[in-house]
């Protein structure tokens, strides 16, 4: 007997998120993951800790979704290579920001 398939309506998520995807050539770009972060020379980042994306919310602001995020200024991710801490950074609009390497 062949398997049987019905449709469901999709169920909204749990939690409002964004789902990001390599950007082709031309693509918008909202942001990068990975690399040395760029922040401003007062945060500290603790040992341990190594940048898992960096998100303009300005480019983000362009585009529908149901998440309560500032509408300028960069949101910078840190996180733990285990995935166990982490940390979030604002980065208003114009703040002198440098290339930091994470210890």
């Known amino acids: ?9 999709p169920r909204p998520p749990a939690r409002p998120a964004v789902r990001l995807t390599h950007a082709a050539e031309g693509d918008p770009v909202v942001g990068r993951l990975g690399g040395r972060p760029l922040l401003p020379p007062d945060v500290d980042v603790p040992a341990g800790l190594a940048l898992a994306a960096e998100l303009d919310c300005a480019a983000l602001a ?3 979704m149901n998440l309560d995020l500032p509408g300028t200024g960069t949101l910078v991710f840190l996180a733990g290579v285990e ?4 940390f979030v950074v604002y980065v208003p609009p114009g703040t002198a920001v440098t290339e930091r390497c994470c210890p």
């Open 62 to 64: 362009g585009y529908e």
């Open 83 to 86: 995935g166990r801490e982490g």
């Open 1 to 9: 007997m062949a398997d049987r398939l019905r449709w469901r309506r």
